[in-house]
């Protein structure tokens, strides 16, 4: 018989030292009683991190010491940097009481799992099943390293980790049939979702150390109820919601701590000991619970609301709202692109109109941007995305996605000056990509050939927006703490200055490589009634450069006025 593992007295979770140096491991009980003093939890996939906060860290914080009522309250919880006496003793009881529930391999009640999962013939798979990463089933890339064949082995701490992401993350279709389950047929279930983090792109807000991460993804408001409870404490196979049984059900979340703990999958991992210690190598998963939808308490998301020009269908039950939907990450669209829904804080959501959708930030961003004069204006808040890209009817991942962003917290004021001029960078990076394209478009036509189609292969715009996505980055770094209008327009002008030789360079690389044939030049129909237009070398770059001098309008004034002028 296996030994047992005990998350809370056990290390397993992989923490930094806050003030930098190399991550160990360490239990749950050291991690949440001395955040104060890590940096967050290092992880071996992107999307590990928020399955662990939430899943484990911000539940058993939640449950133990409930929330902050208001913004007040947060602070006052916030500024001492680390738990005070009294929650730490609270957290300390709260584990003390609940240890015998976070034992992963304890053979009446694991963590996360159920106990006597099995199918009708007791098969089980092997442990990659449960490793995004890893060659199984579906999801084996052509050229992988590894088959669903070989053996595949997990110390406890990485079973742990990938339990929680799978719960949060899994592939959709068809899943395994277990005894119990009334909905089995025919040995499957069928119609199961992605696990619920995988229907929406992931907001996290990071601090400068696990405490204030924890506290910065924790919303205020009133008391969870008595019915919302962590799947730990929802075992009893009488409750018709236990996650202890192989049944499960299509609900909507009783509050945040059935959110955040939601058991989408019936889970079993089988542990073996082996001449490297006690080892996960076989597993079984089945068909866990279902929502409807991510409910509007979901404070890890940014919201895009309907157009009121849809149909009945797809608005809300009361037929007046428009609906929310999580906003979704873009596979290779950095998160700085995306600034329209980051910072459309709560108070002042873009309306959805009869024709546009609207946007709405995550509840966390617009709690920070509302307590953004008590962080101070230098505070680091950084802003993780991440999210999964399925393929093949949601059944297998295509790819993980991830950007991180530093954000000053006065762009999350409506009426701040940073904030217009972080849009302003946004939308000059999107016009200088466009007319790097237009300019690619123009040479295609003195060559006779057609442009690049909007949505086949690489235009020569990405190559603008992958030269420019550092500067922009160094630019929201630099505006932490500049409160006053001569620094942004400092800040923005030398942003533009670079921006101004980067698309050059781009655009010159189109221009060297243009064959002879191209500087003599070819008129081309613009249509019937419409008089020829002549394409040609020459004309395609006094267009670009006209056309990034309006977009640069402070670097094409600067330049204008030094002397000499500068070169391209």
């Given at each position: 018989?296996?030994?047992?593992?005990?998350?809370?007295?056990?290390?397993?979770?992989?923490?930094?030292?806050?003030?930098?140096?190399?991550?160990?491991?360490?239990?749950?009980?050291?991690?949440?009683?001395?955040?104060?003093?890590?940096?967050?939890?290092?992880?071996?996939?992107?999307?590990?991190?928020?399955?662990?906060?939430?899943?484990?860290?911000?539940?058993?914080?939640?449950?133990?010491?409930?929330?902050?009522?208001?913004?007040?309250?947060?602070?006052?919880?916030?500024?001492?940097?680390?738990?005070?006496?009294?929650?730490?003793?609270?957290?300390?009881?709260?584990?003390?009481?609940?240890?015998?529930?976070?034992?992963?391999?304890?053979?009446?009640?694991?963590?996360?799992?159920?106990?006597?999962?099995?199918?009708?013939?007791?098969?089980?798979?092997?442990?990659?099943?449960?490793?995004?990463?890893?060659?199984?089933?579906?999801?084996?890339?052509?050229?992988?390293?590894?088959?669903?064949?070989?053996?595949?082995?997990?110390?406890?701490?990485?079973?742990?980790?990938?339990?929680?992401?799978?719960?949060?993350?899994?592939?959709?279709?068809?899943?395994?049939?277990?005894?119990?389950?009334?909905?089995?047929?025919?040995?499957?279930?069928?119609?199961?979702?992605?696990?619920?983090?995988?229907?929406?792109?992931?907001?996290?807000?990071?601090?400068?150390?696990?405490?204030?991460?924890?506290?910065?993804?924790?919303?205020?408001?009133?008391?969870?109820?008595?019915?919302?409870?962590?799947?730990?404490?929802?075992?009893?196979?009488?409750?018709?919601?236990?996650?202890?049984?192989?049944?499960?059900?299509?609900?909507?979340?009783?509050?945040?701590?059935?959110?955040?703990?939601?058991?989408?999958?019936?889970?079993?991992?089988?542990?073996?000991?082996?001449?490297?210690?006690?080892?996960?190598?076989?597993?079984?998963?089945?068909?866990?619970?279902?929502?409807?939808?991510?409910?509007?308490?979901?404070?890890?998301?940014?919201?895009?609301?309907?157009?009121?020009?849809?149909?009945?269908?797809?608005?809300?039950?009361?037929?007046?709202?428009?609906?929310?939907?999580?906003?979704?990450?873009?596979?290779?669209?950095?998160?700085?692109?995306?600034?329209?829904?980051?910072?459309?804080?709560?108070?002042?959501?873009?309306?959805?109109?009869?024709?546009?959708?609207?946007?709405?930030?995550?509840?966390?961003?617009?709690?920070?941007?509302?307590?953004?004069?008590?962080?101070?204006?230098?505070?680091?808040?950084?802003?993780?995305?991440?999210?999964?890209?399925?393929?093949?009817?949601?059944?297998?991942?295509?790819?993980?996605?991830?950007?991180?962003?530093?954000?000053?917290?006065?762009?999350?004021?409506?009426?701040?000056?940073?904030?217009?001029?972080?849009?302003?960078?946004?939308?000059?990076?999107?016009?200088l990509a466009t007319a790097v394209n237009h300019l690619s478009a123009d040479l295609r036509r003195a060559l006779g050939t057609d442009?690049?189609?909007?949505?086949?292969?690489?235009?020569?715009?990405?190559?603008?927006?992958?030269?420019?996505?550092?500067?922009?980055?160094?630019?929201?770094?630099?505006?932490?703490?500049?409160?006053?209008?001569?620094?942004?327009?400092?800040?923005?002008?030398?942003?533009?200055?670079?921006?101004?030789?980067?698309?050059?360079?781009?655009?010159d690389g189109l221009l060297q490589a243009v064959p002879v044939g191209a500087f003599v030049g070819r008129n081309a129909s613009q249509?019937?009634?419409?008089?020829?237009?002549?394409?040609?070398?020459?004309?395609?770059?006094?267009?670009?450069?006209?056309?990034?001098?309006?977009?640069?309008?402070?670097?094409?004034?600067?330049?204008?006025?030094?002397?000499?002028?500068?070169?391209?």
């Amino acid at each position: 018989m296996a030994d047992g593992f005990s998350l809370t007295d056990d290390p397993w979770l992989l923490l930094p030292p806050a003030t930098g140096g190399a991550a160990q491991e360490y239990s749950l009980r050291t991690a949440l009683l001395e955040a104060h003093e890590f940096g967050d939890p290092v992880v071996e996939l992107p999307t590990q991190r928020p399955a662990v906060l939430r899943q484990v860290l911000l539940s058993v914080v939640l449950d133990a010491l409930g929330r902050p009522a208001d913004e007040r309250e947060w602070m006052d919880w916030f500024s001492t940097g680390c738990w005070s006496r009294d929650q730490r003793l609270r957290l300390e009881a709260y584990l003390d009481e609940h240890r015998e529930l976070f034992d992963l391999f304890d053979p009446v009640q694991p963590f996360g799992q159920v106990a006597d999962l099995r199918t009708a013939k007791g098969e089980t798979k092997n442990a990659g099943l449960i490793v995004a990463t890893a060659a199984t089933g579906n999801n084996v890339p052509l050229f992988a390293s590894r088959t669903e064949g070989d053996a595949f082995s997990l110390t406890p701490a990485q079973a742990a980790h990938w339990l929680l992401h799978t719960q949060c993350w899994d592939t959709a279709a068809i899943k395994t049939g277990v005894v119990g389950d009334p909905k089995v047929k025919a040995g499957k279930t069928t119609g199961n979702p992605t696990g619920p983090l995988g229907q929406m792109g992931v907001t996290l807000l990071t601090g400068t150390t696990l405490f204030e991460t924890l506290l910065l993804n924790l919303p205020v408001g009133a008391p969870t109820t008595s019915a919302d409870l962590p799947q730990w404490r929802r075992r009893e196979p009488a409750d018709p919601r236990s996650a202890g049984s192989p049944q499960w059900q299509e609900r909507t979340p009783e509050g945040l701590l059935d959110l955040w703990t939601w058991q989408s999958r019936r889970i079993r991992l089988l542990p073996e000991d082996t001449d490297e210690g006690l080892r996960v190598t076989r597993v079984l998963v089945a068909a866990g619970d279902r929502m409807p939808h991510i409910p509007e308490i979901e404070p890890h998301t940014m919201w895009r609301l309907e157009s009121t020009g849809g149909s009945v269908t797809s608005r809300s039950k009361s037929g007046t709202t428009p609906p929310r939907r999580p906003v979704r990450l873009q596979p290779g669209k950095a998160a700085w692109r995306g600034l329209d829904a980051l910072l459309a804080p709560e108070r002042q959501s873009r309306e959805a109109g009869k024709k546009t959708s609207g946007f709405a930030t995550s509840k966390l961003l617009d709690q920070a941007g509302a307590l953004s004069l008590d962080l101070g204006a230098a505070y680091p808040l950084r802003v993780e995305l991440s999210g999964i890209a399925y393929g093949n009817q949601l059944a297998v991942i295509d790819d993980v996605l991830f950007d991180a962003l530093p954000l000053p917290l006065a762009a999350l004021d409506t009426d701040s000056d940073i904030r217009s001029a972080l849009f302003e960078v946004a939308e000059q990076a999107e016009q200088l990509a466009t007319a790097v394209n237009h300019l690619s478009a123009d040479l295609r036509r003195a060559l006779g050939t057609d442009p690049i189609p909007w949505d086949k292969g690489q235009r020569p715009g990405e190559l603008v927006l992958h030269a420019l996505d550092p500067l922009v980055r160094r630019l929201l770094t630099g505006m932490r703490g500049v409160e006053d209008l001569e620094g942004i327009e400092a800040g923005q002008l030398a942003w533009e200055q670079l921006a101004w030789r980067r698309s050059w360079e781009v655009a010159d690389g189109l221009l060297q490589a243009v064959p002879v044939g191209a500087f003599v030049g070819r008129n081309a129909s613009q249509g019937e009634g419409k008089p020829e237009r002549t394409y040609r070398v020459s004309l395609a770059e006094a267009s670009f450069l006209k056309r990034r001098a309006e977009i640069l309008h402070r670097a094409d004034a600067a330049r204008r006025s030094s002397s000499p002028p500068d070169s391209q």
